[in-house]
T-cell receptor, first 115, second 114 residues
């Protein structure tokens, strides 16, 4: 299994540009989440999904959109990038149900800079 | 989800046990205690979790007090590679709609020294 993959690894945007951060997992996990981590801070939850077609907001959802059309993919969209969105973005997935320990698996992160 | 309180930093000598405390005095009866760690700029890594009883796995031990208001993560023989930020998180019962949400605090930066 590749686990949780994220693309791109690095990205520089100009203020006002839009882009989509990609996240995919091959473990057939129901739960997927997006977090951001600012320098010297802990992770903050942006959006999460408990299954295909179901998403909900986390702690800091403003400026971000998500959708979950398949179990495997959970893209994060920045509609109009702002310098305050400069951060490292982590995607995570988690299995649930019988035989699962509810462990979240994190991707390697996308380092985004908005100028 | 309950809020946790951890010391911002700790040091530990290589080869000794590292004991990382966490206070979660407002934890609810259906909330689990989870520990993750983040090495340098990598994605966080799961370590261990528990509800009431003490737990042990190949990485660490988790000691939860009887009143469940605090816990301690124990790395029995710390190595330099255990230098990381350690996060204590409490979250809702398995199977609830909140299960997929992890609310991270500031964590404890553990520095293992030679």
């Amino acid at each position: 299994n590749a686990g949780v993959t994220q693309t791109p690894k690095f990205q520089v945007l100009k203020t006002g540009q839009s882009m989509t951060l990609q996240c995919a997992q091959d473990m057939n996990h129901e739960y997927m989440s997006w977090y951001r981590q600012d320098p010297g801070m802990g992770l903050r939850l942006i959006h999460y999904s408990v299954g295909a077609g179901i998403t909900d907001q986390g702690e800091v959802p403003n400026g971000y959109n998500v959708s979950r059309s398949t179990t495997e993919d959970f893209p994060l969209r920045l509609l109009s990038a702002a310098p305050s969105q400069t951060s490292v973005y982590f995607c995570a997935s988690m299995g649930a149900g019988l035989g699962q320990n509810y462990e979240q698996y994190f991707g390697p992160g996308t380092r985004l800079t908005v100028t | 989800d309950a809020k946790t309180t951890q010391p911002p930093s700790m040091d530990c000598a290589e080869g000794r046990a590292a004991n990382l405390p966490c206070n979660h005095s407002t934890i609810s009866g259906n909330e689990y205690v989870y520990w993750y760690r983040q090495i340098h700029s990598q994605g966080p890594q799961y370590i261990i979790h528990g509800l009431k009883n003490n737990e042990t796995n190949e990485m660490a031990s988790l000691i939860i007090t009887e009143d469940r208001k605090s816990s301690t993560l124990i790395l029995p023989h710390a190595t330099l590679r255990d230098t990381a930020v350690y996060y204590c998180i409490v979250r809702a019962d398995h199977g609830s709609s909140n299960t997929g949400k992890l609310i991270f605090g500031q964590g404890t930066t553990l520095q293992v020294k030679p």
